[in-house]
Structures are given as C-alpha cells and as structure tokens.
C-alpha cells in the first residue's frame, strides 16, 4: 500500500468538492488555477462546470498546467418513459464520452439513473427492474461508442438510499455483474497497466457498508478498478446527499478500503469528492483544499 503521509502525488480534486466558496459558486477556471498553486496534480471536474466555463477553454487550461484527470463526471441517467427520452440519454452520453475524451480523462463516471422522474420528485413508474434493463441497454450502446474514442466507462454503485432516484446499481456486485455481462473478456486497450473498456469507480461514501465489499474488489481485479473516490460518512448524516464529511471526521475506514484496492494493483488517484451544503461549501476554497491535502495525508 503506498505512503501517502510525505505529500500529495496521488490527491485528486473532485471539482465538486470546491464547487461552492464561502456561499458562492466558484468558477472551474478558479478551481483549476487553485488546484495548480498548491500542487495538485489532477482535477475530476463535473459537464456543468465545463460547459459553464467552455470545453475548450479547459481542455487548453489543464494542458497548460499539466494536469490529469481522474475521471469526468458525468455519464449516465439511461431510463427514460419512451423511445425519445432514450435517444436523448444515449445521445447525450455520447456527448460526454466526447467530452472526456478532449480532456483526455481517465475514465467517464457513470450514474446510471433509477425510475424516471423520480429525481424530479415524482416517479413515472415502480418498475425497477425495467429500470435496470434500460441502464442495461445504456450501457451496452454507450460501450461500443466509447470504445471508437478509447474513453473508459466507469459504473459508479450508489449507497441504496438513492436506488429510486440517482442509481439503480446500488453495490459492486450488481455493477461487475453488468461488466462481465457486456465486457466479459475486459477489452479495454492493452498497455503496461491493463485496463478493461468497463470498469468500476470505487466511491467509499456509497460502498464502505457492503459486507461483500473486498470479496467484490478482488473479482474486479486491477484492470475494472478505474477510479477511487474518498471523503466520510458522518454520524448523524443531516443531508442524504449533501452532508458528507472531510476524510476523518466520520466512520468509514478509509485505509483499509484503499489497502484492498491497492492489493489489486490499482495505483491511480485517490479523488476526494465532498459535497456539503452546510459546511465545507461555506468555508473559502483555499481553507478546503488545504484541508483536504493535510487529510490525503493523514486519514485516506
């Protein structure tokens, strides 16, 4: 397992984790110039920010600063009630990959979406199972475009609470379950450290309760792990979205999820994704990406 205690390499900044300083949003043009001035070396920025600020003016910016990406987020929201809010998913997915691919990002994150309309406060319909053929169906088109740009997609399983809302993959086991189904010889492109076209972002807020949480990472094995992503789950959890913590402050083992991660070979960045509308987001953005340095040393 490597030593993260000397310095940040392998500090990554899920740009929503600053989306907001002292109350007010903060443009990604600032994030990225903040990022740079302290070091650290890769960014995982979210579509919104990117197209507020423009493609091309942050694909110039992070190559200015050499920067990576740990992902790009994101893809996803397959379901849909009929055949034209599916088209539209499937077509803006690809915008995504294209997206990802301009910044040559390590993978494209998907949260795949649950029962149509419930995100907006009223589902359509109860029918998850039909909610999961279509993220089903998603993936498996989606798949095959991203393989002509070389973009690497990412399953990200979310805790279970928003099984209705966000995703209907809920655990690793359900997302490597689609993985062997639609990529079973994990044909992702051949190099010094494999990597399969379908993989799984590893997110600690949403997996850190599954029993079955290490015997899944083995079975990923290091070409699906695509992406890890840190912060804390407080106690009590005020917000079921926006409320959770700085690595530390809260009751998920950190180190040991990444040492199971690590064991499979996985040596790419630990990208520290926090939203929390009553605290970090009220803070300066310097104060927070101080902490979270001083935090990647300590506590992931």
Not at 1 to 9: E, G, I, P, T, V
Not at 222 to 243: E, G, I, M, S, V
Not at 248 to 273: H, K, L, N, T
Request: proline share 4%; hydrophobic share 40%.
């Amino acid at each position: 397992m490597r030593d993260f205690s000397q310095n940040h390499r392998w500090l990554s900044i899920n740009t929503a984790t600053i989306r907001r300083s002292r109350g007010a949003d903060l443009p990604l043009t600032d994030i990225i110039e903040a990022c740079a001035q302290r070091g650290i070396r890769a960014i995982s920025p979210w579509r919104d920010q990117v197209q507020a600020a423009g493609l091309a003016k942050v694909s110039t910016l992070v190559r200015s600063h050499g920067l990576q990406l740990s992902g790009y987020c994101r893809g996803g929201m397959f379901p849909a009630t009929d055949a034209a809010g599916l088209k539209a998913a499937r077509d803006d997915n690809r915008r995504a990959v294209d997206e990802a691919a301009e910044l040559n990002a390590a993978c494209l994150v998907l949260v795949v979406g649950a029962l149509p309309g419930a995100l907006q406060g009223k589902a359509a319909h109860k029918d998850i199972a039909l909610a999961r053929s279509q993220v089903r169906d998603g993936i498996a088109d989606l798949l095959e475009y991203a393989r002509t740009a070389k973009m690497p997609l990412a399953i990200e399983p979310l805790h279970p609470m928003y099984a209705a809302d966000r995703a209907c993959i809920n655990t690793m086991e359900q997302a490597l379950d689609v993985c062997d189904e639609l990529d079973p010889r994990r044909s992702g492109e051949s190099s010094e450290r494999p990597q399969a076209a379908l993989g799984v972002a590893v997110d600690v807020y949403h997996l850190w309760w599954d029993p079955k949480l290490e015997q899944q990472i083995v079975r990923a094995g290091r070409d699906r792990l695509l992406a890890f992503h840190a912060c804390d789950w407080l106690t009590p959890t005020t917000d079921l979205l926006n409320d959770r913590g700085m690595m530390g402050d809260g009751v998920i083992d950190i180190p040991r999820i990444r040492g199971w991660v690590e064991a499979q070979g996985f040596a790419g960045y630990s990208e520290v994704e926090i939203f929390s509308t009553g605290n970090w987001w009220k803070r300066p953005h310097q104060e927070v990406l101080d902490t979270c340095i001083a935090r990647h040393r300590t506590a992931v």
